[in-house]
């Protein structure tokens, strides 16, 4: 597997290649991310508005690279034993009953308390040990034999400590828990790392200097054109050049919240499902709430819907 995964990134046409064949549409700039990602061993913070396509960046490298995909989606309060591991309490009730049971047992041939305390500790030590941990993701994508690809998803809604706790893992590909030691990915099988973020507030120094950066913004119309044609194939090309227009029209207003390429791509099914062949306002109108998600930004559109119509059909 390692050689055919060489071959998928031989190089970035090659990537972008790839990508493609797997309906991901990609610029020069997010194909050498990869790249450079896989082959310098670091991890990428990709950075942008939501619905440019960051998750589904991560998704489709592990599709293309046929390794699991484990995700952590961050949230406020997020802490280790939800992102790194837990132990199995019930496992340990469970063992430290039959201990109880078996105490005599134990402690059979055994002189004074010293000695006594010496044997209760060796199984003290199997107590705590990795028959009873639970891995979460970041410790699930260290021991996954044939690598993967970890998604640590919107970073920038958990908490400044959590990026503390991703750091060891983000520089060394390595995890430390106290009762155990230091767990390490193979050298061969190290997790090729995603964070995404939307940029709700500021990452720490420490966590980028560990990652290289990529940033991808809204695409142009000819890329989003692009995109819409992999994703909504079945979709006629003049109907989709004017789609993409008014959706480029749309970015240029003053909204809460502007369409995302996801919205794009939606919008595309619902006019296919519409049976249309053309926009006109009235439709566009009908439909606004699936590229809109704010009812202000829904009122200020169709107030100017005629004009942002027209605008859109004579770019075509």
Not at 139 to 161: F, M, P, R, T, Y
Request: net charge negative; charged share 30%; hydrophobic share 40%.
């Amino acid at each position: 597997m390692a050689i055919k995964n060489e071959e998928k990134l031989a190089d970035v046409e090659v990537i972008k290649d790839n990508f493609e064949a797997l309906h991901y549409i990609c610029n020069a700039q997010i194909a050498t991310a990869i790249f450079l990602a896989y082959h310098l061993e670091k991890p990428i913070l990709v950075e942008g508005p939501p619905g440019v396509g960051k998750t589904e960046l991560a998704k489709t490298t592990a599709e293309m690279l046929n390794l699991p995909c484990i995700r952590l989606q961050c949230y406020e309060g997020l802490d280790e034993s939800k992102a790194i591991y837990e132990w199995k309490y019930g496992k340990q009730l469970l063992y430290t009953q039959v201990l109880k049971e078996t105490l005599s047992e134990i402690l059979e041939g055994a002189r004074g308390l010293a000695q006594s305390v010496d044997k209760l500790h060796e199984f003290g030590d199997i107590f705590f040990s990795e028959q009873f941990l639970e891995p979460r993701p970041l410790l699930k994508a260290l021991n996954e034999e044939e690598g993967c690809v970890l998604l640590i998803d919107e970073v920038d809604k958990s908490d400044h400590e959590f990026e503390s706790l991703l750091l060891e893992m983000l520089s060394d590909f390595q995890l430390s828990i106290p009762e155990i030691g230091t767990i390490k990915a193979s050298p061969e099988r190290k997790p090729l790392v995603l964070l995404t973020s939307n940029n709700t507030r500021e990452i720490s120094d420490a966590l980028k200097r560990r990652c290289l950066h990529l940033y991808i913004p809204f695409p142009d119309a000819d890329l989003e054109s692009r995109i819409v044609h992999a994703r909504v194939p079945d979709i006629p090309g003049k109907l989709r050049r004017q789609l993409v227009a008014f959706i480029q029209e749309l970015r240029e207003m003053d909204l809460k919240k502007v369409p995302a390429i996801s919205e794009t791509i939606d919008w595309a099914r619902t006019l296919i499902l519409l049976h249309t062949d053309s926009l006109d306002a009235d439709l566009v109108r009908q439909t606004l709430n699936v590229i809109l998600k704010f009812q202000e930004d829904i009122e200020t559109v169709e107030a100017e819907i005629q004009n942002v119509t027209n605008k859109a059909l004579k770019e075509i």
